[in-house]
């Protein structure tokens, strides 16, 4: 499909002036050759060091390509623990476009087929079919399109089913535990020590695939890859020890439960505190959360007011012990306020876009709006102005990167059309995972209004 935005009255893309080459997404994949394969096994065996790991296949006796892959998605590590389970057959992963940075020709080369992130791409499922009935692969996915904040699973997409429905192939599911305990996306520079653990599950033949509605599909795949890190740490008594466990935990817990001030928490060493009201969390060893300094939990009477005609709960102070659930309460905090009608961002932001994953382009300073139409980027570029639209109905997810390494190590936010990525960095500090959640709750609510009429 052919860059829908531009549907979207107002949208204007940027004014390259023919000095910028777009990436064709659209190139079907090459077949993986075995010398490709076998190196990729070698490397991921050879740079996994004295990390400890372990994958196990369950219910895979007789199952050889083609077939679907689908994988939770915590750390790059999933790749390589991926390559341990589909060796020695060949594999095409479906990988978005920030992936192919500086190396495109590496990328097609090895048979992955490119996409950019939470944009409806009709090719996307020309090359998954190509992959599957041509090549004959395994066609890997990893539908929650980003590694998971908070160790639990993203939002699946709807389409899931219907595109498995299609492919008339059998499903597998690999699921990785470990992953997210030791490389935690809020501070994934600083690996902790704890063995990684991974199952290959065969859930759906071709004929369950023939005979099954898409709702009981999409049943099985959410169940299959259902999963949460903590409870997994605490059952497997996984102690982490690292004196720095804590550190960068404040980027998805923005928000504090005990006086609700939004993006003004920190974060260091093994605690959690909140800026506002001196509130003080400690994270033990086994990953819980336990409060160890009151503070003051007190806003002025104008906040507090304004706070209870909100939600009417502005007296109620929660304490979580587990990051999950804190986690899952800002979510619902956002929707809150998507329901009372109030949500509303606006930011100035630097914009770096990548139309073609050879470099990034510095476009300088633009507005960010997002609200209820959806996302609004607009600015200025070569002396012209552009204007990027994505619609709320349009968007099922926000691509979110802590640290983002290929421009700056800053927190980020990727808008994408089919043509085009746009790198924003906010001013304002830990705003991006209550846009990741306001684009999703939007997204439903949307959805929602739909059915309704």
């Not at 819980?288 to 502005?314: H, Y």
């Amino acid at each position: 499909m052919k860059m829908k935005a531009k549907n979207v009255e107002g949208h204007i893309e940027p004014n390259y002036k023919k000095n910028v080459k777009y990436y064709n997404t659209s190139k079907l994949p090459m077949k993986q050759r075995f010398i490709f394969t076998w190196l990729i096994w070698l490397l991921s065996k050879v740079s996994m060091g004295g990390v400890k790991y372990k994958v196990e296949k369950i219910n895979m006796e007789g199952v050889k390509p083609p077939y679907i892959l689908l994988s939770n998605h915590m750390y790059f590590v999933d790749f390589k623990l991926n390559a341990f389970a589909t060796y020695p057959y060949p594999v095409n992963n479906v990988a978005t476009v920030d992936g192919y940075y500086r190396r495109p020709w590496l990328m097609e080369l090895i048979g992955c087929i490119c996409k950019r992130k939470f944009t409806n791409d009709l090719m996307l499922i020309k090359s998954i079919q190509h992959s599957l009935k041509k090549h004959k692969s395994i066609l890997c996915m990893y539908p929650e399109a980003r590694y998971s904040p908070a160790g639990t699973t993203a939002i699946l997409p709807e389409a899931l089913g219907k595109l498995i429905k299609l492919s008339k192939m059998p499903v597998v599911v690999t699921l990785h535990h470990g992953n997210y305990l030791r490389t935690p996306f809020w501070d994934k520079d600083s690996p902790r020590k704890v063995p990684l653990y991974t199952t290959m599950t065969h859930i759906l033949s071709a004929e369950d695939v023939q005979t099954k509605s898409v709702d009981e599909i999409n049943e099985i795949v959410k169940n299959a890859l259902t999963y949460d890190e903590y409870a997994w740490q605490e059952e497997q008594e996984i102690r982490i020890t690292e004196d720095f466990r804590a550190r960068g935990l404040h980027k998805i817990l923005y928000k504090c439960p005990a006086c609700k001030a939004e993006s003004n928490m920190a974060s260091e060493g093994i605690k959690l505190w909140c800026k506002s009201c001196g509130r003080t969390w400690e994270m033990t060893e086994l990953g819980r959360l336990e409060v160890v300094e009151e503070g003051t939990a007190t806003k002025s009477a104008e906040v507090e007011a304004e706070v209870l005609a909100q939600d009417g709960e502005a007296s109620q102070r929660y304490d979580f012990s587990r990051v999950p659930e804190w986690f899952e309460w800002e979510r619902s905090e956002v929707r809150k306020e998507i329901l009372a009608g109030t949500y509303h961002f606006e930011d100035e932001v630097d914009v770096f876009s990548l139309p073609h994953p050879a470099k990034f382009i510095d476009m300088g300073k633009a507005k960010l709006v997002h609200d209820y139409d959806g996302f609004k980027l607009e600015g200025i570029y070569n002396g012209e102005r552009y204007c990027i639209k994505r619609s709320a109905i349009g968007m099922n997810g926000l691509h979110v990167e802590y640290d983002y390494v290929y421009v700056r190590p800053e927190d980020c936010i990727d808008i994408s059309t089919d043509k085009d990525s746009f790198y924003c960095y906010p001013k304002k500090n830990d705003v991006i995972t209550k846009l990741s959640f306001a684009t999703e709750e939007l997204y439903r609510y949307e959805k929602e209004k739909l059915r309704e009429s």
